[in-house]
């Protein structure tokens, strides 16, 4: 029997561990939900005797060997920063590792001992990124095919909710970990744009925004998503001078989220004493300067200090949070960041009479050398939509390319060993042919561009 172990159980893993479930049933496999709390494991298991639930801390080495020993393919769903120590014990025990985070060097330092030991260390491969890098290989692989060059790539990723379901001032929902919603931005991004690097420092991120026009949606708003130019030479096209990879959200997002970062709100680092104690305004009233005194009310003093419209949108919106509420937050935190973190989980949350969708849009610009240096844009779209009550988009969108990796691996359909994103077409292409099944479809416009 065939062991599949998942590492963690939040907001994403629902649909990933109950498509695993049903193939188990199917394959004779058998699949271990591992995660800090036991209940919240428990709860994706439901009434399946295909798979057992499990408490598990990734940080205790002698629990994570001995799990990760006994699988053939470990599904990593933890947050980010423990990506690394679980590769590093799959490659020791020479076991395949699929997971959702964003590949960084010290993964990619594995891949020689991944390639010895014969297993493959997958990342990326959720939605953005994920579906996006496998998309877009496939279109970068179909204009090379017809002798085209990449002259231009801009690719966009976004959860929200869905346009009929908008239901509060920020027209945006908690469908994955609030956490990443408020540290967004943290280490800034850099981007190519028409020959020129454009590196933006973390505070400015959501100031440095512009507009979409998203094909069935309407006009969003961007801003520029972490490291772009590493996706140049990993897609392979030096020659393109344009290359930018960001984050769609409903306009209005980032004006406000850019004043909240100029407060200082999300910030992990800092440790604050007693700060269950606390009301909302006293650790708002924490990132205000003597300077702007204390005479008024704090509603007053941070549009002065920010230098905003005291009774303008950014303003409510702050207000509707609970910003400057007198209520306690009686709730067992240490850093203005896990405040934060728990205001948008409890007030962005998507309501059973809710649904999310997530929006992926690439827009290439391809010349063809061998046709007279024809031009032309593609524009593609994918939209998919959540249940209400059910399955989210998100979790649906991040699970299913992962699960379907392990299937591949499973049944032995995935001969590929070491470090990799999904542009390899063994990956992207049995991918995307069954997520296309599975209601991940991409419409494409092609339009002729005149040359000057």
Known sequence: MKQILVLGAGKSSPYLISYLLEQAEQNDWFVTIADMDLELAKSRLG????????RFDVNDSEMRASHIKKSDVVVNMLAPRFQHLVGLTCVRMGKHMVSVSYEDIRMRDLAPDAERKGVLMLTEIGLDP????????QMIHKIREKGGMIKSFESYGGGLPAPDTLSNPFKYVISWNPRNVVMAGE???????????KIIPWHNVFQSTWQLEVPGIGMMEAYPNRDSLSYRERYGFKEADTVIRGTIRYPGWCETWAQIQRLGLPNEKMRIPNLKEKTFAELTEMFLPLSIGTQTSIDKRVPRFLNINPT??????????GLFSEEKIGIDVETSAQV?????????????????????LH?????????????????????????????TSMAKSVGLP????????????LPL???HIPTHPMIYNPLMDELEQEGFKFNEQVKEIPNE
């Open 47 to 54: 009434e399946s005797t295909r798979g057992s639930a499990i």
């Open 130 to 137: 994920g579906i996006d890098h496998m998309s877009a290989a």
């Open 187 to 197: 280490n800034g991004a850099q981007y190519l744009e028409k020959g020129k690097i």
């Open 312 to 321: 303008g949108q950014i303003m409510e919106k702050m207000r509707w949070l």
């Open 340 to 360: 934060l973190t728990h205001i948008l989980a409890d007030k962005l949350r998507l309501r059973d009479d809710a649904r999310d969708m997530v929006i992926l």
């Open 363 to 391: 827009r290439l610009i391809a010349e063809y050398p061998d046709e007279g240096n024809r031009k032309e844009e593609i524009v593609s779209t994918m939209l998919h939509y959540g249940e209400k009550a059910g399955f």
């Open 402 to 413: 992962a699960a379907l990796v392990v299937k591949l691996l499973l049944q032995d359909r």
């Open 417 to 419: 060993v070491g470090c």
